[in-house]
């Protein structure tokens, strides 16, 4: 399973960076999702990285575009969502999945197989 790290407790406008670290190899074949849980709110995608089929493509929702940065490490087996300018709207549980399919990468979640536990994001005051 994928093991989010990296969440905490921020003041807005400072940046936070998660991990995802996963044992299955090679995960170059892998697209990698990021998904978001705020109090009250249903999970949503905030964005995803394809694998190396899908020629590593991102997409974000419109909400973290231009802030948010997905990015990957395939040689030490790890994601990363990079988080800047943090808004109290992105206070949630953040998760990590993957998918093992070929090409571009889903923005919803019943396409990835594999999650991790989630990490806490606090963006306060």
């Known amino acids: 399973q994928p093991v989010e790290s990296g969440g905490g407790l921020v003041q807005p406008g400072e940046s936070l960076t998660l991990s995802c670290s996963f044992s299955r190899y090679p995960l170059r074949h892998y697209a990698i999702g990021w998904f978001r849980r705020a109090p009250g709110k249903e999970r949503e995608a905030i964005g995803c990285i394809a694998g190396s089929s899908g020629e590593e493509n991102t997409h974000y929702i419109d909400s973290v575009k231009g802030r948010f940065i997905v990015s990957r490490a395939n040689e030490k087996n790890t994601g990363y969502l990079q988080m800047n300018r943090l808004q109290s709207d992105d206070t949630g549980v953040y998760y990590c999945?993957?998918?093992?399919?070929?090409?571009?990468?889903?923005?919803?979640?019943?396409?990835?197989?594999?999650w991790g536990q989630g990490t806490q994001v606090t963006v306060s005051s």
């Open positions: 999945a993957m998918d093992p399919g070929t090409g571009d990468c889903p923005m919803v979640a019943n396409e990835y197989h594999y």
